[in-house]
């Protein structure tokens, strides 16, 4: 297989590989450290019916369980993305930057989103680097958000309130709950359990407090602070020096790592649909 870099953050395309339920050991293995190295790969060209890409899937790791969508009839593990060109209004499906299921103990480690039937403009991804923006943390940030927590839960998104919202789509089947409300901490620097990296383990979606060194304690001005500097770790992280925008195309199966990015579905197709198949693989709960 050829691995090509799409930009010089994040993201890249991978050639000479069909995407198969019985690729060999030795390319699954290449695969998973193009999606380490590069956090974001582009697989053009495959055709997975929902069976196939969650045996796919499986070659990368234990199938990671989806709460509130419902699976297509076809396989358990799939979960269908989709949203119909007379539904222009409806919520867009991950169109907000987010990481997947960040509010679990243990979020999913890659996520695998297949293209059907995508329009011809318009319903790109982009995808932010969390090492990179680690990285680029200005030294004295750096040093105040360590031993910092980020309270994460499904409640903006997931909660009973939310049900209209999701309801618009007619493709897809989702279920809001009260477990919405239940919360997660994981560390907000982060060390990736595979390359040892760190990164911020931020996504302002399900992040929905902070936890540490006079913030979020309850009082006013750790209130406010926790306030500022949510803001502060939302507008830092999805700078667009950190990002990588694909623009797909149907046959293309983009693989991503959960643990070192955040992304973004845009909603600019009205009256186009878009369809994809999406797998998602076990993660481990976040380090510091
Ligand atoms: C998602 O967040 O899983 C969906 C992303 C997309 O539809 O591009």
Not at 91 to 111: E, K, Q, R
Not at 115 to 137: I, K, Q, R, Y
């Given at each position: 297989?050829?691995?090509?870099?799409?930009?010089?953050?994040?993201?890249?395309?991978?050639?000479?590989?069909?995407?198969?339920?019985?690729?060999?050991?030795?390319?699954?293995?290449?695969?998973?450290?193009?999606?380490?190295?590069?956090?974001?790969?582009?697989?053009?060209?495959?055709?997975?019916?929902?069976?196939?890409?969650?045996?796919?899937?499986?070659?990368?790791?234990?199938?990671?369980?989806?709460?509130?969508?419902?699976?297509?009839?076809?396989?358990?593990?799939?979960?269908?993305?989709?949203?119909?060109?007379?539904?222009?209004?409806?919520?867009?499906?991950?169109?907000?930057?987010?990481?997947?299921?960040?509010?679990?103990?243990?979020?999913?480690?890659?996520?695998?989103?297949?293209?059907?039937?995508?329009?011809?403009?318009?319903?790109?991804?982009?995808?932010?680097?969390?090492?990179?923006?680690?990285?680029?943390?200005?030294?004295?940030m750096a040093r105040r958000l360590e031993g910092v927590t980020c309270v994460h839960s499904a409640s903006a998104s997931y909660s009973p309130a939310q049900q209209e919202l999701h309801s618009g789509l007619s493709g897809m089947t989702i279920r809001t709950s009260e477990s919405a409300e239940a919360t997660q901490e994981h560390p907000l620097l982060c060390t990736h359990p595979e390359t040892g990296k760190r990164s911020l383990f931020f996504n302002g979606t399900y992040v929905r407090g902070l936890r540490g060194i006079g913030i979020g304690d309850g009082s006013e001005s750790g209130a406010k602070e926790e306030l500022r500097l949510l803001r502060w770790l939302h507008e830092f992280s999805t700078h667009v020096r950190f990002t990588f925008r694909h623009r797909w195309a149907n046959g293309d199966v983009v693989l991503w790592d959960n643990r070192s990015t955040q992304h973004v579905a845009l909603n600019d197709y009205a009256g186009h649909r878009r369809e994809l198949n999406r797998t998602t693989v076990a993660g481990s709960e976040p380090i510091d």
């Open positions: 297989m050829k691995v090509s870099p799409l930009t010089g953050v994040l993201g890249a395309r991978v050639d000479e590989l069909d995407l198969t339920p019985d690729l060999a050991a030795a390319e699954v293995a290449a695969l998973r450290s193009a999606l380490l190295e590069h956090e974001v790969v582009v697989v053009p060209g495959q055709s997975l019916t929902p069976p196939e890409q969650a045996h796919f899937s499986r070659l990368l790791g234990d199938y990671s369980p989806v709460p509130f969508v419902q699976a297509v009839p076809e396989h358990p593990e799939v979960i269908k993305v989709v949203k119909e060109a007379t539904e222009p209004e409806a919520f867009n499906f991950g169109g907000v930057w987010h990481s997947d299921f960040s509010f679990l103990d243990a979020p999913p480690a890659f996520t695998i989103l297949h293209a059907l039937d995508v329009p011809e403009v318009g319903g790109d991804t982009v995808w932010a680097s969390m090492t990179n923006a680690f990285e680029a943390l200005p030294q004295e």
